[in-house]
């Protein structure tokens, strides 16, 4: 799938190049993070043991309650948070978290874009177009 | 955004920096979800308690209390749903000077910007319901689902960040649960059997939250007969929005919006029938072990009635192990005047006041008190806190507060 570029339906943030972590998931930063030691801790979770930080998160749609709205941001300001994250379908609260913790994020796309593109692939996510393009 | 001339005045600054960054704020979300203007709201609910919002977020909002009183102050309701502690027995739980602290500034930040401290989830029931129709921007999962199904208001979840936008500019971007278009549903359920214990309805909702998929997605259900009344719906909706991020239900024959099932449009829509054997089976996937190290109600806040039924149950009884019960500061002084406070403690549990358990610094206060196998009738709970390290288990409020005496669930 190198070089293929999808398209959303909702971005916002600024350009961002970083490894991924995909998984046909939820995420909640409440539910399925230990965001003091940067990684996932749901052990029902897909991507239970890795860590975040610094990554392009790729998961099916936002879980749970409305902590994550804070948490990014407070995610942020330690400098352990994902580089950006890409959903399938979004609910209200990740993106205000987004906005408010100036997070790069992607939703809504024609395929399933966590079955699309690989854990561990290098993206580069361009929000002013709306795309995410797999660079290797 | 189209933008009406009080909108733009508050984005040119003319009204402040607060409201100046509460408007972008609002106007980047809404044009993320493409949103055509705002809507005026009446009443607003922060979520934000301090373990969500981390020093980061309590400075943040310190640093909006350093402008003027006007500028600062919000134009609408706005209160708040659970804080991260009760002071009154902070040190019980095993929290730290430095969780207190914070939640004190996070406090105190608020109070100058004039929001009320509530501190409950189940305003609901307890502060003031909206009514059908009314535009509102409240900030927890099972408030807003319980306000949009029940009462047939209109909300999206407002994170704590949003709310606070709307109080301080009185309006939200107008997409999502605001739009007709949004509020019919996309799933439908069937039922022939009826939950007994607010464990079941809170497993029933779990089990349709998960089926149903995202947040967009609004399940039907039918099958109900009679009202099942407010702490059923008041467990069957928190599940439901915490195992699927789910903000509309309809219950035929029940809600506003579905008191005829030709009010929706559904007929379309093929059936999926819930079997008690299903839910029972989402229920008993929990329980791992019967030994049990802490029994908690929490998750919603309990209700005057919840904790009445909790003492009913606690009489006699001497426990083993802690036993917490969580309610609203509204609740608790009826709670006291009745008696119902004092029998639970007499069998040595704790009722708390103001605060959500799983929002106190959960992961840690496990730590401190070697809590893991936890029993709850919450099943909304039970979804978040294996995340914290918690081995939960869902069961009935008797199973439960027989499980504090012995220390085993049944």
Redesign the interface.
Known sequence: MTGKIFTARHAMGQQVEAECLSANDGFSARYDLNRLEGRFSRPAHKLFGQSYHGKILVLDTAKGGVASAWMLYEMKSRNLYPAAIVFNTVNPILAQGAAHAGITMLAGFDVNITEAIASGSRLRIDPAHKTVQVLD | MKLNAEEQAMLAGELGPVRQAAIA?QI??G????AADMVPVSQSHI???T???????VE?LESLTKNGGKERVVRIPTITDPRGTDFNKAKQLGQTDQMISLERRAIAAFVKMGVSMTDTCINYQTIMAPGFGEHVAF???GVVIYSNSICGARS???????ALAAGQTGRTPRY?FHLDQHRQPGRRFRINWRPQTLNEWGALGGFIGKHS????EVPVLEGVEGNPGSDSLKHFGAAM??F??T?LFHMVGITPEAIRAQDLNMAHLPVRTIERAEVMALQGSYRVTDEVDVVVFSAPQLSLLEIRDLAALCEDRKFKIPLLAVTSPQVKPDADRMGYTETIESAGGTVFAGMCF??SYAREIAEVNGWKRLATNSAKMV??L??Y?YTPMLASMEECVAAAETGRLA
């Not at chain 2, 044009?31 to 493409?34: D, L, P, R, Y």
């Not at chain 2, 373990?51 to 977020?57: C, D, F, T, V």
Request: hydrophobic share 30%.
């Open positions: 704020h980047k979300v044009e993320f979800f493409g979520m934000a308690d373990e969500s919002l981390g020093e980061a977020g943040w900030g927890d999962t999206n979840f407002e994170g704590g960040p949003s999502g998929g995202n947040y967009w929005a915490s699927g991020s903000a799983y929002q979804n978040i294996g995340g390290g």
